[in-house]
């Protein structure tokens, strides 16, 4: 069956990095495109990033970027999500999700950026 | 950027009883090909979302035909033809037609 499986997230400092991913089995991973998606504490969702199948196109939301960098690696059948320059507002469960109409989400893994 | 808005953004029901939600988008999701880039998520208490209906109108695989979307260009609506206990969580339009997607706030649906 479809999985996605997010790891990667924990406590940083402001200022900090940190890289997520996204890693996928149970279908054709390169054939997809894969998102990223967050949420903050007790609010909705919000999106974050895209990358294309064969990772040749890349979209960030106002708020990751110049801060953010998605990337994939098929023969790993991983996406990875590396963010930098961390605030206290970027605090959320991040999720990723495939294809265009984000069919398949992972269970999210918790980003807090804490001093 | 596309702006959705949600409304309402809480929704108690009774078992049994219809629900519907609306979903305004302040550009048109209608592409050249004819469908509407417009899709609606349910995120149950303590889980990630789950895809209900894309392109506007069409049920994602395993969803009960007790959901339907509808719609076009700026104006879309979820339907819940007899809300069940287990429909309780947030729903979120969101659209899918330019490559920076977007998120409504969600509506929280309860059960009175």
């Known amino acids: 069956q479809v999985q996605l499986i997010e790891s990667g997230g924990g406590v940083v400092q402001p200022g900090g990095s940190l890289r997520l991913s996204c890693a996928g089995s149970?279908?054709?991973?390169?054939?997809?495109?894969v998102h990223w998606v967050r949420q903050a504490p007790g609010k909705g969702l919000e999106w974050v990033a895209v990358?294309?199948?064969?990772?040749?196109?890349?979209y960030y939301a106002d708020s990751a970027k110049g801060r953010f960098t998605i990337s994939r690696d098929n023969s790993k059948n991983t996406v990875y999500l590396q963010m930098n320059s961390l605030r206290g507002d970027d605090t959320a469960v991040y999720f990723c999700?495939?294809?265009?109409?984000?069919?398949?989400w992972g269970q999210g893994t918790l980003v807090t950026v804490s001093s | 950027d596309i702006v959705m808005t949600q409304s309402p953004l809480s929704l108690p029901v009774t078992p049994g009883e219809p629900a519907s939600i609306s979903c305004r988008s302040s550009?048109?999701?209608?592409?050249?090909?004819?469908?509407?880039?417009l899709d609606w998520y349910l995120q149950k208490p303590g889980q990630s979302p789950q895809l209900l209906i894309y392109?506007?109108?069409i049920r994602a695989s395993g969803v009960p035909d007790r959901f339907s979307g509808s719609g076009s260009g700026t104006d879309f609506t979820l339907k819940i033809s007899r809300v069940e206990t287990e429909d309780v969580g947030i729903y979120y339009c969101?659209?899918?037609?330019?490559?920076?997607?977007?998120f409504g706030q969600g509506t929280k649906l309860e059960i009175k």
């Open positions: 392109l506007g109108s």
């Open positions: 149970g279908f054709i991973f390169s054939a997809y495109n």
């Open positions: 969101m659209q899918a037609l330019q490559a920076l997607y977007s």
């Open positions: 999700a495939r294809d265009r109409h984000l069919d398949s």
């Open positions: 990358i294309s199948f064969d990772g040749s196109n890349k």
């Open positions: 550009q048109s999701l209608l592409h050249s090909n004819g469908y509407n880039y």
